[in-house]
């Protein structure tokens, strides 16, 4: 699906690439005016944490991994930055966790959730891939939430016991957890509400968490779910690793 | 200049504000494509900071404005963000220290240029500023540097001896401290490689430090040029800050 013409070997071409696909996304119509914004945010905070996978975000993938696999309604929530960052990786691994995703999108309009639908199902038919995607006509409402924010479907959100919702703002993530789900949250600032709020927060960047879920996906992950998880230890672990880069230990 | 209707008491107003400066800019076409993530960066390092003048950061814009008022031929560069963001405040400053300012845009096209140098004399019409704009013209090339980057004017940035550098690249950068000049940085990241390179380098947010130097012009800080100055105790500063944060003392 990518039309992008940078040589692989460049240093920099894991980071042009993505803005690549958001550049096309938003000539797309599929983004939000703040997309590009929280995009830098997010390249700040990987460049803090150097562009890599650390332990602790390892450890968060796994743990992430298990409970989706032995969830009873699995689902993964979508935003725009999401479609466009890693549309084909989400729908490959909802293909490999025979479960669904729901588009929701913070700034609501028809356009954009078109755009988001379309993007989505052409992927689907280039690669081949059997995920059903829902968002389209909301059904429900998650409490705590007020005007379009607040809408999902009940067979995808609302009935699911286990939801990642990458790159989510604190309020929905907060909501989502105070109706008793486990919620996985991906998120590169370890300090955010979302990061503190979540049940297992990954601090990695969106496109390596899922290419590390994809491939591990069909490994024994569920036997760690019986060990003890502990969310702020995996946080602090991360906070500890970007702390050491700013007082110069690692320079 | 600016038709934002936020509350000004809203806790995010000047975030809020300068994203709004951004999007207007981004409409008159005085932007490059990867403004907004270089904005979004910001933010995040910002965040880092706690948003606020930190003391060392303050030690800094007193030395650069010192800098600047004792100097024979000072200039403030100018790329498409600050001027987006901080047009009027940047004219007042080089008014208030009698020096040009110069337009110098790392993708230079003649569009780009023609929709800043109109944002500039916009404001300097509606708010009755006296300053030589330079830029539109270029007849020096920075030696170093390779093609349209290369370019500046003979009596702005070549012959200057004190330049104020705000949100600059660190090739830039390095080429104007080759030449033996006085280059002040301000960068929001203490790690880039523009913030090493600089003589003098304000970590601290672009319209903070600008209203600082408005406010702090007329004072007689001529007299600290002649105290000893270390901006790598100054940067060192202002690692150990973030360093508190993320290592949980903070919070």
Chains 1, 2 share one sequence.
């Not at 590009?36 to 990987?46: C, S």
């Amino acid at each position: 699906m990518d039309d992008f013409a940078a040589d692989p070997s460049h240093p920099r071409y894991q980071s042009l690439l993505l803005r690549h696909r958001l550049e096309e996304a938003e000539k797309k119509g599929m983004l939000a005016g703040s997309a590009m914004i929280a995009h830098g945010r997010g390249e700040a905070f990987d460049y803090l944490i150097g562009e890599t996978t650390l332990p602790s975000a390892k450890a968060a993938t796994v743990r992430a991994l298990s409970a989706l696999k032995s969830a009873q309604h699995p689902v993964l929530s979508l935003n725009g930055n999401v479609v466009a960052l890693a549309g084909k990786e989400v729908l490959l691994l909802a293909e490999k966790l025979d479960c669904p995703v729901e588009i929701n999108i913070f700034y609501r309009t028809p356009e954009r959730m078109n755009a988001l639908l379309h993007h989505l199902e052409a992927i689907k038919l280039a690669e081949h891939i059997d995920v059903e995607i829902l968002g389209a006509e909301p059904n429900a409402k998650i409490p705590g939430l007020k005007g379009p924010r607040a809408n999902c479907t009940k067979e995808g959100i609302l009935d699911s016991d286990v939801i990642m919702v990458p790159l989510e703002d604190g309020d929905r993530c907060e909501a989502l957890v105070n109706m008793g789900k486990t919620v996985i949250v991906i998120d590169l600032n370890p300090l955010s509400r979302s990061a503190r709020m979540g049940t297992i927060t990954i601090v990695d960047e969106l496109t390596r968490v899922l290419a590390n879920m994809i491939q591990w996906s069909g490994d024994d992950v569920e036997l760690s779910q019986s060990e003890a998880y502990d969310n702020d230890a995996i946080l602090a672990q991360a906070l500890a690793h970007i702390a050491v880069k700013f007082s110069g230990q690692d320079n």
